[in-house]
């Protein structure tokens, strides 16, 4: 069965520093997702991307964050300067035609 | 906006009891509604998901969910819990017009005794 494939599995960064997250969807997805969960917390969205751009963001995804999709098939999360209330587990998802929504199996990342 | 609600934050079950755990949303049209599990350190797994038709769904792992419109629900159930089955579960509902998102419910995390 397709997967989503998220790299690394795990990240350590401190304070201030910029981080990247990286993300392979599934080929045929077209809407691209990137959520959050904080420790014991709910998985929160922070925003979808189609057809190379942003369709939605939430409140949480503010100008310290950014996506790009920049080779046609990798995803990435881009935090420029991590604070550590940045650290949380990061899911990145895909949506196919029919509504299937697939997630990956996570970053988690520690902001020291 | 489209809300889901999980009233228990943590349930404990015996080893082949059954098993419902309860799920309502907020949602201003027919919803989409969805059963994810997430074992320790592990992603999101689509336990099952209701679009429309037959409102008794069935899913892997023997869950399945009841969708009623009338209670605002989609509660999971499964007949005989397995002490595999100890993870925290998550109900989505999702999308809705004009966006593409998945909104959590907070999670019940159920734990098996033996």
């Known amino acids: 069965e397709p997967e989503v494939t998220q790299t690394p599995s795990h990240q350590v960064t401190q304070m201030g520093q910029e981080v990247i997250l990286r993300c392979v969807p599934i080929s045929n997805h077209l809407y691209f997702y990137w959520y959050r969960q904080i420790l014991g917390q709910k998985v929160e969205f922070l925003v979808s991307?189609?057809?190379?751009?942003?369709?939605?963001k939430s409140e949480i995804f503010d100008d310290q964050f950014s996506v790009e999709r920049p080779d046609g098939s990798n995803f990435t999360l881009k935090i420029r300067s991590t604070k550590l209330e940045d650290s949380a587990m990061y899911f990145c998802a895909g949506r196919d035609n029919n509504y299937g929504y697939t997630f990956g199996s996570g970053t988690r990342l520690t902001v020291v | 906006a489209q809300s889901v609600t999980q009233p228990d934050i943590h349930i404990t079950v015996s080893e082949g009891a059954s098993l419902e755990l309860r799920c309502n949303y907020s949602y201003g049209a027919t919803p989409y509604l969805f059963w994810y599990v997430q074992s320790p350190g592990q992603g999101l797994q689509l336990l099952l998901k209701?679009?429309?038709?037959?409102?008794l769904v069935q899913g892997i792992k023997g869950f399945e969910a009841e969708f009623k419109r009338s209670q605002s629900s989609f509660n999971l159930r499964k007949p005989s819990v397995h002490w595999s089955d100890a993870a925290e579960y998550f109900c989505?509902?999702?999308?809705?017009?004009?966006?593409?998102?998945?909104?959590f419910g907070t999670g019940t995390r159920l734990t098996i005794i033996p």
């Open positions: 989505a509902v999702g999308p809705y017009f004009g966006n593409e998102k998945l909104t």
């Open positions: 209701y679009f429309s038709g037959d409102t």
């Open positions: 991307f189609y057809n190379n751009e942003i369709s939605e």
